[in-house]
């Protein structure tokens, strides 16, 4: 074909299609999703172009239109278009039910094992009465920290794998410069909001520590901030290295990197984020006696870095408006995940709840997890679509029922439907885990899993169906999912997850079933 399409034909930027023509008829040789359709010109002649069909079968077919993104992107140029683009790649299958809980069981198991690496360590530093984790005795505004640190990589790392995710899958990393450009300008940028985030955690643990008893030591600030930047600075850098391999990776094999990227950043991520608080705390602390100013110069040394990765970072375009407007997601995220952390501090050192710290990463991880898969994945359905701010729905959506969130026929359903039946053969593997190891000095028993798998059901249910209205309602305001949503999801399980996890515990010492055996 040889005539020049017309403008209006031309493929249009963010997978949307054009204006209803010949070519979105219903006929049984018309290929599903993407393929090549003949417009007549002005001169009679034959045009040949690409186009996605966004309208037809929209229910059903839109979540598979990521693996063929490639073949159809025009990657910024409408006169890129041009039938010698190589081999399309292979069609995938429709994703069914199976096929979601196949692709995310080993990764929400391996996550699962993660948060519970991350329980034992915790149930480790805070039982033990020895030198070696004085400092959790001494500063015990320190577990102020871990929910607000844990929840970094729902702040940063699971953004990144959402952000990263959406532009694998549609074509915006296709060539090793653009691959190039957002891996630099996502890792300086996460550099910056964890430099910044961890150091805002260290004074909110301050506040929260120093409001309850009215006592506030400098000292103990410093550490704090100096414990807080370096664990958040370090924890990011590999997490992020971590991300950016494992999205490269499956697009490469085949999977749809929303199904397997948000859950493996926290298999490691709770357990490398709070080993290193542990261990950097500890050091720090070692060094109190010795040489106090170690901690303004740790601080010191991590700001200082600030300017250079705000330069990187505003190398990317995508990056650079996310340096500027994506700070209240985070940063209301982190003062979210801190009053878990005051919950948590107040009740670790309560002997009425011992065995508490072991399960508290386990159940917020698993909810945060869950709920960050399912929000990468509404919002790659909504970005196959067009662009935030446009209504690219039949119907608007407001508020969500929860029939229509949990049992309606799309895509987005099912994939709720299939996160949420995880739960409870997934905690049931980890409780079973947890009392392999002989960790959380608590028995057991009937009564304390049905309470256990209560909290846990509640704070997935109500984490989906969250999911589904912020997904929709930030779209539809013009705001990108991507780095807006899944800070408030993840932060609100962790507040879900310690809030109602804490409930039991007081309800089940109120009733005296739960057996402990603190004295191990």
């Known amino acids: 074909m040889s005539s020049k399409p017309e403008p209006k034909d031309i493929h249009q930027p963010n997978g949307t299609g054009p204006t209803p023509s010949p070519c979105s008829s219903d ?45 159809s992107q025009s990657n910024g140029s409408d006169d890129d278009l041009s039938t010698d683009r190589g081999p399309a790649p292979p069609s995938p299958l429709k994703e069914t ?119 506030f030591s400098i000292p103990h600030a410093f550490l704090l901030c100096a414990s807080s930047v370096a664990t958040a600075f370090i924890a990011s850098l590999v997490l992020g290295m971590i991300m950016i391999g494992v999205i490269i990776g499956s697009r490469k094999i085949g999977i749809n990197p929303d199904n397997v990227a948000t859950p493996i950043a926290a298999s490691l991520g709770d357990l490398i984020t709070l080993a290193l608080l542990s261990g950097i705390s500890w050091g720090l602390y070692l060094e109190l006696k010795h040489w106090r100013y170690i901690y303004p110069l740790v601080c010191a040394f991590f700001v200082a870095l600030l300017p250079v990765w705000v330069v990187l970072a505003r190398r990317s375009p995508a990056t650079k408006e996310v340096l500027y407007s994506g700070w209240e997601p985070v940063i209301i995220a982190m003062a979210i995940s801190s009053v878990g952390g005051l919950i948590l501090d107040k009740t670790v050192s309560d002997p009425n709840f011992a065995g508490m710290a072991v399960f508290t990463p386990v159940i917020n991880g698993v909810g945060g997890n869950l709920v960050a898969v399912q929000a990468s994945r509404i919002s790659t359905f909504l970005h196959m679509n067009g662009t935030p701010g446009e209504n690219s729905e039949p119907t608007p959506r407001r508020c969500p029922s929860p029939c229509t969130t949990f049992f309606s026929p799309d895509v987005n359903s099912r994939s709720a439907r299939v996160l949420f039946l995880l739960v409870v053969p997934g905690h049931l593997v980890f409780l079973y885990t947890i009392s392999c190891m002989q960790g959380g000095h608590t028995t057991l028993t009937l009564i304390f899993i049905i309470f256990y798998m209560t909290a846990a059901l509640l704070q997935v249910l109500i984490l989906l169906y969250i999911a589904d209205w912020m997904v929709h309602w930030m779209w539809g305001r013009g705001l990108d999912p991507d780095n807006f949503s899944i800070p408030y999801l993840t932060a609100l399980g962790d507040l879900l997850g310690t809030g109602l996890l804490a409930l039991s515990f007081h309800v089940l010492w109120l009733i005296g079933d739960r057996d402990t055996d603190v004295g191990d």
């Open 27 to 71: 006929g049984p040789g018309r290929e599903p999703l993407a393929g090549t359709s003949e417009f007549l010109g002005p001169d009679g002649a034959g045009v040949e172009v690409v186009v996605i069909e966004s309208r037809a079968n929209a229910k059903g077919v839109r979540e598979e239109d990521a693996l063929l993104e490639n073949g």
């Open 97 to 215: 039910s199976f096929s979601i809980g196949l692709q995310v069981l080993f990764p929400f198991l391996l996550a699962g094992f993660g948060t519970v690496a991350a329980g034992m360590v915790l149930d480790i530093v805070q039982a033990s009465s020895g030198e070696h984790w004085e400092v959790f005795q001494k500063v015990t505004e320190v577990f102020i920290l871990v929910p607000a640190l844990l929840g970094l990589k729902g702040n940063l790392e699971m953004t990144l794998a959402s952000r990263l995710s959406t532009a694998a899958n549609i074509g915006q990393m296709d060539t090793p410069k653009e691959l190039w450009r957002m891996i630099t300008g996502n890792m300086a940028l996460i550099q910056v909001q964890a430099t910044v985030v961890g150091f805002l955690a260290s004074i909110a643990a301050v506040v929260f520590g120093w409001i309850p008893d009215g006592h």
